[in-house]
């Protein structure tokens, strides 16, 4: 693991910027991970659409709104299994 990072040079870490505002935290993270084989492109991939369709207004957070959508579609599940 320490060679690999060691051998990350500045345009490796550059093409983390998924967004092209700069390489955030989650991009590091990530890309770090995905380098060193500890993540499944398949489950990042699954869990991205999940949080994108919890993300109503696609403001790339989950807000109190969005939160209060998701709780509610929660609910009406559980009472339709219930029903």
Do not use: C, P, W
């Not at 320490?2 to 500045?10: E, P, R, Y």
């Not at 991009?27 to 991205?48: C, K, N, Q, T, W």
């Not at 999940?50 to 709104?65: C, H, I, K, P, W």
């Not at 959508?69 to 339709?80: G, L, M, Y």
Request: no cysteine.
């Amino acid at each position: 693991e320490a060679k690999m990072l060691a051998s990350f040079d500045m345009d490796m870490i550059k093409a983390l910027d998924q967004d092209g505002d700069g390489v955030d935290k989650n991009e590091y993270v990530l890309g770090m991970l995905s380098a060193l084989g500890h993540l499944d492109g398949e489950i990042v991939a699954r869990y991205e659409k999940q949080f994108n369709s919890y993300d109503v207004d696609g403001s790339g957070r989950l807000t109190e709104a969005d939160l209060d959508a998701i709780n509610e579609v929660i609910k009406r599940k559980q009472e339709d299994r219930n029903s």
